[in-house]
């Protein structure tokens, strides 16, 4: 409790994690988080990171493999990939595969899910036959509930909404 000055007196809670420090006046997080804080926190890390950098890093490494290295057939054939692939999202997407359903299915999306938290509500069944237009709103810059319910399986999308 902290008196004022007319003598009444104002609760003042203490921190909920005390072990805050400051460097340079930048407040720190606390040493001491449960380990699942812990993980969200790396998890919304690396989204924002592959998200920021992903596509930069990947350029570099392809431009480094096709002009520095004896590995030039691997730019050449992502590239190949790449055309082939263009039409795509006009077509509906990935549908199946296992490669789309392993990345979806990681447990880092579980705690990207919970750092923020986004909820997935069902309320009404879809036609798996149909294509669909999802809109989140609000959804800030980064469209992070969006990612988080949609774009991976974090909030148990292929579960509610099979096939």
Same mark, same amino acid.
């Given at each position: 409790?902290? $008196?004022? $000055?007319?003598?009444?007196?104002q609760?003042?809670?203490?921190?909920?994690?005390? $072990?805050?420090f400051?460097?340079?006046g930048?407040?720190?997080?606390?040493?001491?988080l449960?380990?699942e804080?812990?993980? !969200?926190?790396?998890?919304? &890390?690396?989204?924002?990171?592959?998200?920021? &950098? +992903?596509?930069l890093?990947? /350029?570099?490494?392809?431009?480094?493999?096709?002009?520095?290295?004896r590995?030039?057939?691997?730019?050449?054939?992502?590239?190949?990939?790449?055309?082939? %692939?263009? %039409?795509? *999202?006009?077509?509906?997407g990935?549908r199946e595969g296992?490669?789309?359903?392993?990345?979806? +299915?990681?447990?880092?999306?579980?705690?990207?899910?919970n750092f923020?938290?986004?909820? &997935?509500?069902?309320?009404? $069944?879809? %036609?798996?036959? !149909?294509?669909?237009?999802?809109? /989140? =709103?609000? =959804? +800030?810059?980064? *469209? /992070?509930?969006?990612?988080? *319910?949609? +774009?991976t399986?974090?909030?148990?999308? /292929?579960?509610?909404?099979?096939?």
């Open positions: 409790m902290a $008196e004022k $000055e007319n003598g009444t007196t609760f003042n809670p203490p921190p909920l994690y005390p $072990e805050t400051k460097i340079f930048i407040e720190f997080a606390p040493r001491f449960p380990l804080r812990r993980m !969200q926190t790396v998890a919304a &890390l690396w989204w924002i990171l592959s998200a920021l &950098l +992903g596509g890093l990947a /350029s570099m490494l392809m431009a480094y493999l096709f002009f520095w290295t590995f030039w057939y691997l730019p050449v054939a992502y590239l190949t990939w790449m055309v082939y %692939d263009l %039409d795509t *999202c006009n077509r509906g990935r296992w490669i789309v359903d392993f990345v979806r +299915g990681w447990r880092i999306w579980k705690h990207y899910r923020f938290p986004a909820k &997935l509500i069902k309320t009404a $069944e879809l %036609d798996r036959n !149909q294509n669909y237009l999802l809109g /989140s =709103h609000p =959804h +800030g810059v980064l *469209c /992070s509930g969006a990612v988080a *319910c949609f +774009g399986d974090g909030a148990g999308f /292929s579960t509610l909404f099979p096939g």
